[in-house]
């Protein structure tokens, strides 16, 4: 289906107004899915995956994620001065910000009189993969697509690298699809395999794939982009959110 022209709002927030970009279908009403970006915020490649999604039938937000430190509509570069800049944010951010911005979108979206459906979805993308898993800690997030999530595995997201993400999944209720690039050094082997073990022992509902791929290589810019993975991994997101969500 097609789309309306994005738009955007500033949602009030325990940390200040967060700009949230938001895409919808040209028509009718939809359940929500927040899209949570990679360290650079609102770039290209995340723009038409959430413009992809709301051609799906979604309604899809995307919040800046470092709204605290950056001007509002603030993207930064795919280039060493822009990454060195993402990773000091994701860094120097507390959690519990992180997790005061979801709740104050979670509330948004449900408590609208027109909201008809009683649930959510997430996806995200690197540090908004950790994002989407974490959102998921809420009960109202009924399914979280998390894409190549940095850090769960080490446990080190926010200010002083010290969070409790992994060790709380066992309070996730909703259904969790992971994905991941095998090639990927954010995320080794022994960073998946601590992830997939305890979300195993602690009787989670999840699905997991592995790819042949790099980091971001869903990202459609750049030498890391596979298009035939990300294909298979859409239709996995897509059957994932139709199911638990629609």
Request: hydrophobic share 40%.
């Amino acid at each position: 289906m097609t789309i309306q022209e994005a738009s955007h709002f500033d949602l009030p927030t325990p940390t200040g107004e967060m700009r949230v970009h938001r895409f919808l279908p040209q028509e009718g009403s939809w359940p929500s899915v927040i899209l949570y970006s990679e360290i650079y915020q609102m770039t290209g490649p995340i723009q038409r995956l959430a413009s992809r999604l709301a051609s799906e039938g979604f309604e899809v937000l995307v919040p800046e994620v470092y709204h605290e430190y950056e001007a509002p509509g603030t993207v930064l570069c795919y280039d060493k001065e822009g990454t060195e800049r993402g990773n000091f944010l994701k860094f120097e951010k507390p959690v519990r910000a992180f997790d005061s911005d979801a709740k104050t979108l979670i509330d948004m979206i449900m408590v609208r009189p027109e909201y008809r459906w009683k649930s959510i979805g997430t996806i995200g993308f690197c540090l908004g993969g950790h994002l989407a898993f974490r959102a998921a800690l809420d009960t109202r997030v009924l399914a979280a697509a998390c894409w190549f999530p940095t850090d769960i595995h080490s446990g080190t997201l926010g200010r002083g690298k010290d969070d409790d993400t992994l060790a709380s999944s066992g309070e996730i209720e909703a259904e969790l699809l992971l994905i991941f690039g095998r090639q990927d050094p954010h995320v080794p082997a022994e960073g998946r395999r601590k992830i997939y073990d305890h979300l195993t022992e602690t009787g989670r509902n999840f699905t997991w794939h592995e790819f042949n791929a790099a980091h971001a290589f869903a990202r459609d810019e750049g030498l890391r982009y596979d298009a035939a993975a990300t294909r298979i991994g859409w239709e996995l997101t897509l059957e994932l959110f139709k199911r638990k969500l629609v």
